[in-house]
């Protein structure tokens, strides 16, 4: 919204129709749509009320605010502060005469989103999961991405076309087939989902002038009144359309390349059509595990949207500061003048590194272009206009002389380093994650106080603490902290990764502790690391140092006899070639009477074995549970796979663990 206009005449009459306004006024609304107020300084009410006035505003073609900062400003903020709201579980409602709406043929859903490839990892897990349960390998299942149309949700069941209302009702708004709107593609009638859109050219060509922008067009087509000049000439000449979802140009792959080839897949359907998009919508396309995840209230977890936050703003650089990071590299952040983005307010974004600093001239009084992708502190995205840089000599914290190290400048310093030692007793505490009281400043007074390592904190007691300045209360909630930390079980891995070795975070903690024990982690060879699926040559000689660098350090705290739980494979007893099922392929089918079938597939990988989702030449022993069905156990007898019950398999591996 452009700053101190206030509402458009069209956007008043909407709230005023529509009469959401309670805790807010029209000027509340501006205030809070040019940046004026904090999100986290509105009361929920008002939180509530500003999001119902930007949905319907949006849907009535007359958007207030970017999609972007709706998603991650204020139903973020509303989903922080109630997760379970309804406003967030359900289909965002058109604004519709109740007195004039239909039934739907169908439920019209709204869809996930995603910002980031993560994310999209995320469902695709999901997917897996149910997947698996079903049987189906996951590797040969197809997913379709199509472009996201930007234009106004309608379904079109041959008869009637509907609008999406609240995705239960709508209205019917056939009448757009009567004045003539097409259907894109084939243009045959009664292909179900689609939007009704205007083409981008023409839009520009045609109606940029008249009207602000396309959702605001794409409202004056489907009118109950006459329609206007505009609107009737774009229908007339073919610019807008009704477009199905099933014509829509699309890619179709299987997981591995969507994930390789992601950012060529979103680039090229996100410009392939002439029609405002504003994502990629990717789908899994296997009726069974589609029936079987179902939908929310709000969308099919089958499906998900991509999605760009496209809200970005210029800023200058006040000035570039060093700060040296736990592993001795020091990262550049760049201070910029206070700004408001995405309706929270930023006063620092990071470079990646001080190479990227330089190439790109991110020095003092530099133009950068920021957005904001979900992250506390933003990226820097663009140097608009760059400056002169002047590198930092000696490391902020001990003032050693800097190294490169590939990208980044390094302080060698780890054992003196302030930074560095109290960054990595801060990561320690963290990464226990059971314990409370060791933040930033605690860390740095222990520091100051002349307490450099982890194992000394532990031997700390509460007069000492007190004469470093903490308060008697503090200092005692501190010891009772430690001790506490020492006797609630925790994870093996979870203690390794607390030592922060570089490329040791807790997933690859975890992996290594599942081949070998803790105790012999410090006395591995590259080549023992390398087998280790997931690990590199590169990586495994990174280890070995990191892990020399931190054994004095972890081998004391060992001692202090942490209550820890220790990674499964080991706890079945011993090393992997002496398990049961090394090496087998084994395949679980039916309902399993013993606890859930991803528990029993769990511990078999456990005993060494690996576990198929479904029957092929491959499989050594297929574990039948009850309701099995048939062509399964006949494809089984017909390659010869050993086919044994549940309690048959029970009685086997209960004997191998004995
Ligand atoms: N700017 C604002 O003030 C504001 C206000 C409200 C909502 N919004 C935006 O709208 C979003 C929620 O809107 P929504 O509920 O319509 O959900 P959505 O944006 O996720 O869209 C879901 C709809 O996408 C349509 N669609 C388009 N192309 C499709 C394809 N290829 N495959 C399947 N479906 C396709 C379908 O009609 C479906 O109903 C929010 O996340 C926000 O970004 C913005
Ligand atoms: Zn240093």
């Not at 490839?117 to 897996?128: C, D, L, P």
């Not at 590198?391 to 050693?400: D, E, Y």
């Not at 320690?428 to 400043?441: A, Q, V």
């Amino acid at each position: 919204m452009k700053k101190g206009v206030g509402l458009r005449a069209a956007q008043r009459q909407i709230l005023r129709d529509n009469d959401v306004l309670a805790a807010l006024d029209e000027r509340d609304v501006t205030d809070i749509a040019e940046g004026g107020r904090d999100v986290s300084a509105l009361t929920d009410k008002e939180l509530l009320e500003f999001i119902m006035a930007a949905n319907l505003l949006y849907r009535a073609g007359e958007p207030l605010i970017d999609d972007g900062r709706y998603d991650f400003t204020y139903v973020a903020e509303l989903r922080k502060r109630h997760p379970e709201h309804p406003f967030l579980h359900r289909v965002e409602p058109e604004p519709l005469a109740l007195a004039k709406s239909v039934e739907l043929p169908t439920r019209m859903l709204s869809t996930e989103k995603a910002y980031d490839f993560e994310t999209i990892t995320r469902w695709a897990t999901r997917i897996e999961k149910a997947a698996a349960e079903l049987g189906f390998a996951f590797d040969r299942l197809r997913f379709r991405a199509t472009p996201k149309l930007d234009g106004f949700a309608a379904y079109d069941d041959g008869e009637k076309l509907y609008t999406r209302g609240d995705g239960r009702r709508g209205t019917d708004i056939t009448r757009a087939f009567e004045r003539g709107l097409k259907v894109a593609g084939t243009g045959e009638r009664g292909q179900g989902a689609g939007e009704i859109v205007v083409s981008r050219s023409y839009f520009a060509s045609h109606l940029a002038a008249l009207f602000d922008n396309s959702r605001n067009f794409q409202a004056s087509l489907i009118k109950e009144k006459e329609l206007e000049e505009p609107a009737a000439q774009a229908i007339d000449c073919g610019a807008a359309v009704f477009y199905p979802f099933a014509q829509l140009p699309q890619w179709v792959g299987g997981w591995q390349e969507l994930s390789r080839d992601f950012n060529d897949i979103v680039d090229k359907l996100w410009t392939q059509l002439d029609y405002d998009v504003d994502g990629i919508v990717f789908e899994m396309t296997e009726d069974a595990i589609k029936e079987y995840m179902g939908a929310t209230r709000h969308h099919h977890r089958w499906q998900i949207a991509y999605k760009r936050n496209t809200e970005t703003r210029e800023v200058r650089v006040i000035e570039v500061v060093a700060q040296t990071s736990r592993s001795g590299r020091v990262n550049p952040v760049a201070e910029i003048e206070p700004t408001r983005l995405s309706g929270a307010l930023i006063k620092r974004a990071t470079a990646h590194h001080y190479a990227m600093v330089l190439a790109k001239g991110i020095g003092a009084g530099a133009m950068i272009r920021l957005s904001r992708s979900g992250e506390v502190i933003p990226k820097i995205e663009e140097v608009v206009e760059p400056k002169e840089v002047v590198l930092p000599q000696s490391c902020p914290s001990c003032g050693s002389d800097l190294v490169w190290e590939g990208d980044y400048l390094t302080c060698l310093n780890i054992l003196d380093c302030p930074a560095q030692i109290t960054n990595s007793i801060e990561h320690f505490f963290k990464t226990l994650g059971n314990i409370d009281g060791f933040g930033p400043s605690s860390v740095s007074r222990i520091y100051q106080g002349g307490t450099r390592r982890i194992r000394d904190i532990y031997s700390l007691e509460e007069q000492d603490l007190v004469a470093l300045g903490f308060g008697p209360k503090q200092a005692q909630n501190m010891v009772e902290q430690l001790q506490r930390s020492l006797v609630e079980p925790i994870e093996d891995w979870r203690f390794l990764a607390a030592f922060g070795v570089h490329r040791m975070g807790m997933g690859n903690c975890e992996k290594l502790l599942s081949v070998f024990p803790l105790t012999r982690v410090f006395a591995l060879t590259a080549e023992e690391i390398v087998e280790v699926k997931g690990f590199s040559d590169k990586s495994a000689d990174e280890i070995i140092k990191g892990f020399s660098a931190v054994r004095s350090e972890f081998e004391a705290l060992y001692a202090l006899g942490f209550n820890l739980i220790v990674t499964s494979r080991q706890k079945e007893g011993g090393d992997r070639s002496g398990a049961i099922l090394e090496g087998k392929t084994v395949v679980f089918t039916g309902t399993m009477s013993r606890g859930s079938r991803s528990d029993m597939q769990a511990q078999a990988k456990v005993l060494g074995a690996k576990v198929g989702s479904s029957v092929t030449t491959k499989t050594d022993l297929l574990v039948c549970g009850e309701k099995v069905g048939a062509a399964k156990l006949q494809k089984a007898r017909t390659l010869g796979v050993k086919i044994v019950s549940e309690q048959e398999y029970l009685g086997m591996v209960a004997g191998a663990e004995s």
